[in-house]
């Protein structure tokens, strides 16, 4: 999102004047107003896209970096069939990234995933049941947020239908609504602790360790602990989880941040700093900045990952 690259990698950025990408800075065709953009202060979503474009731009100014937003479709904004070619797109740009830096040993920093876990329910087991039956055809993965992504490290970035001989597409999909509406029960159960971890972040985490297994290249992984979710609940658990997965070691690693050079660049994101803490207001205050940011390295390519 148009602020993630700063809240939890300002230490990488200030050192290292890295390529930043925002996946999901796109904005619908056709205007839209959720209770997203009102909560930021705005009408609908070209005026708070535009606005979060700008506050990037102008917080990147002078870093060196090299930022580039792709018009994907944040959570709030898309669609089934909108977030399955987007993830399609954003597999390509990777590969084509990678290719290009093939004997640099390029560098990926991706979300870690930090926050209040949601659980799987009943409905998630009885769907994971259901497409590990003989399948035909394909369909695009949920949108993380209405409900989770299943993309899935080592597995293509849309999974198939069980055939029609076998249960019907009409029955699948009121299995997905009914699921759609349990998860977002127990999302809300979640947020009562405090921030859920963003579908959004394990869409993009999973979809390029995806791209990166299929390549089989020598690919430095780090996976940054996101900020403000960090303080709901840390990465550690998340990024245990996906380890033990796939079968590796995250070696922890920490740098202590500048705290005045943070509060400076994140001081850009008007529209994101109540919202993303409203009640501690601790990202408008150099002195409740963070003192340290954390990540976790995967030397994937001496695994294969499934």
Known sequence: HLDDAMFSCSELIRR??????????????TPVTTSWDLSCGYGDSHALVAQRRQEDQEAFAGTGASIRHLDMLDGVYTSVSRRAADLESL????????????????VIVLPACAGVVVKPGMMDRMMSLLTALPRRG?????????????????????????SSGLITQGAIELLRKL???LYQRRRARAQRSGFAVNGDHLAVRDTILNVVSQRGQAVQVLLAEDLPYLWSQTGDEEVARLADRLGILAEPHEWHVDREWKYARLAHYVSQLQVMDPGAHRLSRSTTVPSVERCWELNLHTHELN
């Open 16 to 29: 290292t004047r890295p390529d930043v990408w925002t996946v999901f800075a796109g904005e619908p065709e």
């Open 179 to 181: 699921k759609h509406s």
């Open 91 to 106: 597999a390509v740009e990777v590969d084509r990234w990678l290719s290009a830096h093939q004997n640099d040993w390029p």
């Open 138 to 162: 394909s369909r695009p993965p949920e949108s993380p947020e209405n409900p989770s992504v299943e993309t899935r490290v080592g597995t293509s970035s849309t999974s198939t239908e069980p």
